[in-house]
């Protein structure tokens, strides 16, 4: 755990902690060498060395599709994955100035005129991760961000204060082969709880259960 103050690498000072997961703690943190720019860095503990490799794994895979995405920018830019420390991995992205939709949809579903416009979104996401010969399979709310396009967090609850989709969590995205990996049970296509053979459509099965949710404010049946 790093303290508030603390200085990393003599850059990125930490301004306090963001999130926790089960193996990593996210810090909100300022690049002393950017103009004090707000960066999110996540530690991830050598523990388990297998978290720690999944970890930088999908922080390169990340990086590739921010770079080849540039015009929509839908993914976080990675600053600099940090792995010369023998307690920890840290790896350093843009800070993004949002809330999950998932905890969006816990208040009400969205507007139609709002699925609408965010589905455009996804779909152009999935399409891109299509094009570069992979399938993501466990698109669901939890690993959308709406990033915030006001100031006043008193419009939290309103989506339709908020402004473009960022997308996280690429631990699931494999190349097109057999499905033995983790899924979510609500959004998950049938082939996935039978760990049969996942392709594109198994990706379609996904989306259409997260606007599921984000119609009717309620997770598949």
Same mark, same amino acid.
């Given at each position: 755990?790093? /303290?508030?103050?603390?200085?990393?690498?003599?850059?990125?000072?930490?301004? /306090?902690?963001?999130?926790?997961?089960?193996?990593?703690?996210?810090?909100?943190?300022?690049?002393?060498?950017?103009?004090?720019?707000?960066?999110?860095?996540?530690?991830?503990?050598?523990?388990?060395?297998?978290?720690?490799?999944?970890?930088?794994? %999908?922080?390169?895979?990340?990086?590739?599709?921010? %770079?080849?995405?540039?015009?929509?920018?839908?993914?976080? /830019?990675?600053?600099?994955?940090?792995?010369?420390?023998?307690?920890?991995?840290?790896?350093?992205?843009?800070?993004?100035?949002?809330?999950?939709?998932?905890?969006?949809?816990?208040?009400?579903?969205?507007?139609?005129?709002?699925?609408?416009?965010?589905?455009?979104? $996804?779909?152009?996401?999935?399409?891109? $991760?299509?094009?570069?010969?992979? $399938?993501?399979?466990?698109?669901?709310?939890?690993?959308?961000?709406?990033?915030?396009?006001?100031?006043?967090?008193? /419009?939290?609850?309103?989506?339709?204060?908020?402004?473009?989709?960022?997308?996280?969590?690429?631990?699931?995205?494999?190349?097109?082969?057999?499905?033995?990996?983790?899924?979510?049970?609500?959004?998950?296509?049938?082939?996935?709880?039978?760990? %049969?053979?996942?392709? %594109?459509?198994?990706?379609?099965?996904?989306?259409?259960?997260?606007?599921?949710?984000?119609?009717?404010?309620?997770?598949?049946?």
């Amino acid at each position: 755990m790093l /303290n508030k103050g603390f200085v990393l690498e003599n850059r990125y000072k930490i301004v /306090n902690i963001a999130g926790k997961g089960g193996t990593s703690v996210v810090y909100r943190a300022v690049d002393l060498k950017a103009n004090n720019a707000q960066r999110a860095v996540k530690e991830v503990m050598k523990t388990n060395g297998a978290d720690a490799y999944n970890a930088r794994q %999908e922080s390169l895979l990340i990086k590739e599709f921010c %770079e080849k995405d540039v015009k929509n920018s839908y993914f976080p /830019n990675i600053i600099e994955i940090i792995d010369n420390k023998p307690e920890a991995l840290y790896i350093v992205q843009d800070y993004i100035d949002g809330v999950s939709m998932e905890k969006l949809l816990a208040y009400d579903p969205f507007r139609h005129k709002t699925v609408l416009r965010y589905a455009k979104d $996804i779909c152009s996401v999935m399409s891109f $991760i299509h094009k570069c010969g992979m $399938i993501h399979s466990d698109m669901k709310p939890d690993n959308i961000m709406v990033v915030r396009s006001f100031d006043d967090f008193e /419009n939290m609850k309103r989506p339709d204060k908020y402004g473009k989709l960022k997308f996280i969590d690429f631990g699931s995205v494999i190349e097109r082969r057999q499905g033995t990996f983790a899924y979510t049970p609500a959004y998950a296509a049938p082939e996935q709880f039978n760990k %049969e053979e996942l392709d %594109e459509r198994t990706d379609i099965f996904n989306i259409g259960a997260t606007l599921y949710h984000m119609l009717t404010g309620k997770k598949a049946p």
